[in-house]
């Protein structure tokens, strides 16, 4: 499968081995082939990547830190759980966050990046019609890239790149239902304001997802 997250996140403190083992770990958490609560081994991942111990390791204490395994002495290591109000309060930071991401990416944008948005909202809203999250997931990813290089800011970048991993993985455990469709269509309407340059309607459609998210997380948990 093609990669779930923007190539700028292989970046940082990682040498390029480790970063491939993040990248590859990452999207199998991100797409449930490492289920919440799974025990993975280094190394059998290792085996698995061609790699060592080392990279596998330094890859597993980044996903740690992100809060999508937890490294436990004597014990392993475990896939964490889909926590619901985690969830929550995630979208607080794509309220704060990603939202400042948003405008300045929408603002910065140059004619080419808007003319790959508007490609990317037509392949997402066709996955979406298919009920291919893989491909959509994949579509969403070059957008966020795109945004992320348009902004400029590597604290805002930086900042996020857990936050959609988290919120991708919890949209995969979604699939079938009808919560995860508007949330696909609503994205939709936040990509084609993205790409239109239009930072009003970009912050109405963030705040609308937001919010209907919200609202469905809430309601399963009562």
């Not at 002495?73 to 979208?91: F, K, Y």
């Given at each position: 499968?093609?990669r779930q997250i923007?190539?700028?996140?292989?970046?940082?403190e990682?040498d390029?081995?480790?970063?491939?083992?993040?990248?590859t770990?990452?999207?199998?958490i991100v797409?449930?082939?490492?289920?919440?609560?799974?025990?993975i081994?280094?190394n059998?991942?290792?085996?698995?990547?061609?790699?060592?111990?080392?990279?596998?390791?330094?890859?597993l204490?980044r996903l740690?830190?992100?809060?999508?395994?937890?490294?436990?002495?004597?014990?392993g290591i475990?896939?964490?759980?889909?926590?619901?109000r985690?969830?929550?309060?995630?979208?607080e930071?794509?309220?704060?966050?990603e939202m400042r991401?948003l405008?300045?990416?929408?603002?910065r944008?140059?004619?080419g990046q808007?003319?790959?948005?508007?490609r990317?909202?037509s392949?997402m809203?066709?996955?979406?019609?298919?009920?291919?999250?893989k491909s959509?997931?994949?579509?969403?990813?070059?957008?966020?890239?795109i945004?992320?290089?348009?902004c400029?800011?590597?604290?805002?970048t930086q900042?996020?790149w857990?936050?959609?991993?988290?919120?991708?993985?919890?949209?995969?455990?979604?699939?079938g239902?009808?919560?995860?469709?508007?949330?696909?269509?609503?994205?939709v309407?936040?990509v084609?304001?993205?790409?239109?340059?239009?930072?009003?309607?970009v912050?109405?459609?963030l705040?609308?997802?937001?919010?209907?998210?919200?609202?469905?997380?809430l309601?399963?948990?009562?």
């Amino acid at each position: 499968m093609a990669r779930q997250i923007p190539k700028t996140q292989d970046a940082g403190e990682l040498d390029p081995l480790a970063a491939t083992a993040y990248t590859t770990i990452l999207d199998r958490i991100v797409r449930l082939d490492l289920p919440p609560g799974s025990l993975i081994s280094e190394n059998s991942l290792g085996r698995e990547m061609g790699l060592s111990r080392t990279p596998v390791r330094e890859a597993l204490k980044r996903l740690e830190r992100e809060y999508l395994v937890s490294i436990m002495p004597r014990r392993g290591i475990i896939v964490t759980e889909v926590d619901l109000r985690s969830q929550i309060q995630l979208l607080e930071m794509r309220r704060g966050i990603e939202m400042r991401l948003l405008l300045r990416g929408t603002e910065r944008a140059s004619d080419g990046q808007r003319a790959e948005m508007k490609r990317l909202a037509s392949e997402m809203e066709a996955a979406a019609e298919a009920n291919d999250l893989k491909s959509y997931v994949r579509h969403d990813a070059e957008f966020d890239a795109i945004v992320e290089e348009a902004c400029g800011n590597r604290f805002l970048t930086q900042a996020m790149w857990p936050v959609h991993a988290l919120i991708r993985r919890y949209w995969h455990t979604q699939v079938g239902t009808a919560g995860l469709r508007e949330a696909l269509d609503l994205h939709v309407r936040v990509v084609r304001a993205a790409a239109d340059g239009d930072t009003d309607a970009v912050r109405q459609r963030l705040t609308e997802l937001c919010d209907r998210t919200e609202t469905y997380i809430l309601d399963q948990m009562r």
